[in-house]
């Protein structure tokens, strides 16, 4: 089944994040693919602040690779920016598999990166920028 979720401009990126994460059910491993500047980050963003986590825990793991966040349930989950990753030994070396593994909330910027390393079950998300500079987030399942 396609989805398909517009976000007309940065006040309605909160409905947005809500509406997803109500079509997305119980996948824990999801990858954005877009390009620089779509919104990746922003979107990340807006999907903790509807999971409880607090607004100031949340930054891009650019440096760091992953953040790891607490949601307001108290629940851990990850934040990956594999934006600097250049071979997919570097994602192994931060312990790639101990999170994916982990049964929480996983949500990966550039995770075509680390694509081979990927597990079947993630729930693969393309962010593209409209004309009208409106974003459109995108799905099968």
Request: charged share 25%.
């Amino acid at each position: 089944m396609k989805h398909e979720i517009t976000i007309s401009n940065l006040r309605d990126i909160g409905r947005a994040a809500e509406e997803f994460l109500s079509q997305v059910g119980n996948h824990r491993i999801i990858a954005f693919y877009a390009p620089m500047g779509a919104g990746k980050t922003t979107f990340t963003s807006a999907l903790c602040h509807c999971l409880g986590v607090r607004d100031d825990a949340v930054s891009s793991p650019t440096f760091a690779i992953v953040n790891e966040y607490r949601t307001g349930s108290g629940e851990p989950m990850f934040h990956f920016d594999f934006c600097r990753i250049t071979k997919p030994e570097e994602a192994l070396d931060i312990g790639f598999y101990d999170y994916i593994d982990s049964g929480c909330l996983c949500i990966m910027e550039w995770p075509e990166n680390v694509e081979q390393l990927l597990p079947d079950e993630t729930l693969r998300i393309n962010i593209s920028v409209n004309p009208d500079q409106s974003r459109t987030i995108s799905w099968e399942d």
